[in-house]
């Protein structure tokens, strides 16, 4: 189905999103405003794969109807449109849900690579596939695979499909390091536009659901100079 949901108030931009992404095949609904956004999302009959929002609107902006739209789907793919000096709404808005960010001015290759690259972690995450093994339980925690949940004491832990493929990673990996560039690569691809740095924000979010103590992480651990381990001791 491949449908998206853009949400920017400057018209001439939106229609340049629009235009780009139903060239390539995408279902493309657009909204003015976060208000509107939200209207469509829960009247919309068949769900949406990707929401592509802008932070900066007038009324609800785009911090809030992420963190809105995060409490409807937690696989819903939800990239943020920011402007270039805006680094700290860069963080903020991964860190209340969105899996990835497009900085201002952008082209139209690289709007495409990135929403593509998303939809297809999406698509991975909602397919019913056959795996070889059901569970991997490690601890206190059991990952899985077929339903693609995580349980911590038996208590279902909401991961969105970018922090479950982080998680299968770590899992797959029990007490091997793994740097940031092997994360990357396994989790956003190897033809990823962005930032290392993602891997980073996404880890914080991680260990605020997993952790105990998410400032003394037990499970999710450092390992400086080089990335991070899943710690099964």
Same mark, same amino acid.
């Given at each position: 189905m491949k449908k998206i949901l853009i949400v920017e108030d400057e018209a001439a931009i939106r229609e340049f999103e629009a235009i780009n992404l139903k060239r390539v095949g995408y279902n493309v609904e657009e909204a003015g405003s976060g208000e509107e956004a939200l209207e469509i999302f829960d009247s919309a009959t068949e769900g949406f794969d990707i929401a592509l929002l802008d932070i900066s609107m007038p009324g609800m902006?785009?911090? @809030?109807?992420?963190?809105?739209?995060?409490?409807?789907?937690?696989?819903?793919?939800?990239?943020?449109l920011t402007a270039r000096t805006q680094e700290m709404d860069k963080i903020s808005g991964l860190m209340l849900g969105a899996d990835d960010y497009i900085t201002k001015p952008f082209s139209p290759t690289e709007l495409l690579a990135r929403v593509?690259?998303?939809?297809?972690?999406?698509?991975?995450?909602?397919?019913?596939?056959?795996?070889?093994?059901?569970e991997i339980v490690l601890g206190d925690f059991t990952l899985n695979l077929r339903k693609r949940t995580l349980l911590k004491g038996g208590k279902n832990i909401e991961l969105t499909q970018v922090e479950f493929q982080m998680v299968e990673y770590f899992f797959q990996n029990p007490d091997v390091a793994l740097d940031? @560039?092997?994360?990357l690569n396994r989790v956003w691809g190897s033809n990823y536009f962005g930032e290392e740095k993602i891997v980073d924000v996404n880890m914080r979010r991680l260990r605020k659901k997993i952790e105990d103590d998410p400032s003394d992480p037990k499970y999710l651990v450092t390992v400086w100079g080089m990335g991070y381990k899943w710690n099964s001791n």
């Open positions: 902006d785009g911090f @809030t109807l992420c963190k809105e739209l995060r409490k409807r789907s937690q696989t819903l793919g939800i990239i943020m593509d690259s998303l939809y297809r972690r999406v698509e991975m995450h909602n397919q019913k596939t056959v795996v070889a093994i059901d940031r @560039t092997d994360i």
